[in-house]
């Protein structure tokens, strides 16, 4: 009963407001989880070898991909998540609807690979709460999707100060 209410919480759920929902569709989804998908080898993980790539889908349709950037000073490591947020605000961007991503050791997804916090706040910098979509990707077919408001509840963001 449980396990069926916890499910019920996975998404590609209805919003109450039309309005606000700009969810993916399923072929979105599975476009973006294969971007992802085909930036595994991209990773760069000599330390942990655990392999992250995501796509950042924005309003305009473009897709910004990234990956984990590990470092001999294990504090410099940047996140796949963080890589695509950052290439893509740094060519103008700013109006996200959804993120996929996956990850695995040796770049072998096996699971769903969530955010790390550091991640899930840079997300909410620029995106909404409600709408923006959090793909995390086992395969094309295996997915589930959150909203950033479900991965980072009662947060601090920018209209706080
Ligand atoms: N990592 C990501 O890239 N994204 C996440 O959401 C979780 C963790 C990376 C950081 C590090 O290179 C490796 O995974 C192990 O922590």
């Known amino acids: 009963m449980e396990m069926e209410e916890k499910n019920e919480t996975i998404v590609n759920r209805p919003k109450a407001d039309a309005s606000v929902s700009q969810g993916v569709t399923a072929e979105e989804a599975k476009a973006l989880i294969r971007a992802a998908l085909d930036k595994l080898a991209s990773s760069y993980a000599p330390y942990s070898h655990f392999h992250v790539a995501s796509a950042l889908l924005c309003s305009d349709g473009s ?19 963080r890589t695509a947020f950052f290439k893509a605000v740094s060519e103008g961007h700013r109006d996200f609807r959804a993120i996929a991503i996956c990850g695995g050791k040796n770049g072998r997804p096996a699971g769903y690979c969530a955010p790390c916090g550091i991640c899930r706040q840079v997300m909410r910098e620029f995106c909404s709460l409600d709408s923006f979509q959090i793909i995390l990707a086992a395969s094309e077919e295996d997915y589930r999707i959150y909203s950033l408001e479900e991965l980072l509840p009662v947060s601090f963001g920018p209209e706080n100060l």
């Open 63 to 81: 897709v910004h991909t990234g990956v984990n950037i590990e470092n001999a000073s294990y504090p410099a490591t940047n996140c796949a998540e």
